[in-house]
Nanobody
Framework: QVQLVESGGGLVQAGGSLRLSCAAS????????MGWFRQAPGKEREFVAA????????NIAASVKGRFTISRDNAKNTMYLQMNSLKPEDTAVYYC????????????????????WGQGTQVTVSS
């Protein structure tokens, strides 16, 4: 079955950096658009970033643009989220997700576009 496993979360001071990884198995990773979402306590899960199946296109949420970078290595079945200049409001559980269908032209912002999810990794930014 499909497994997505996030890692790299932790506690960091404001202004610091973290790099999240998402290791995928059970699907042909290079066929799927991938995304990062986050959920803070008491809030809805929100879109952070997405990357096309071949890495050729990305979408980044306005709230993290210029600070976060999404990338992938299809040879390693792994996606990354480099997070710089972290702010306390970035504190959340971060989830990686795979598109519900392979080779889609549309690079989705909505969690409804994604059919597979990891368990999440906690990111806490202290002020």
């Amino acid at each position: 079955q499909v497994q997505l496993v996030e890692s790299g979360g932790g506690l960091v001071q404001a202004g610091g950096s973290l790099r999240l990884s998402c290791a995928a198995s059970g699907l042909t990773f290079s066929y799927y658009n991938m995304g990062w979402f986050r959920q803070a306590p008491g809030k809805e899960r929100e879109f952070v970033a997405a990357i096309y199946w071949d890495g050729g296109r990305t979408n980044i949420a306005a709230s993290v643009k210029g600070r976060f970078t999404i990338s992938r290595d299809n040879a390693k079945n792994t996606m990354y989220l480099q997070m710089n200049s972290l702010k306390p409001e970035d504190t959340a559980v971060y989830y990686c997700a795979a598109d519900r269908l392979p080779h889609r032209e549309y690079l989705g912002y909505s969690k409804n576009e994604y059919g597979y999810w990891g368990q999440g990794t906690q990111v806490t930014v202290s002020s």
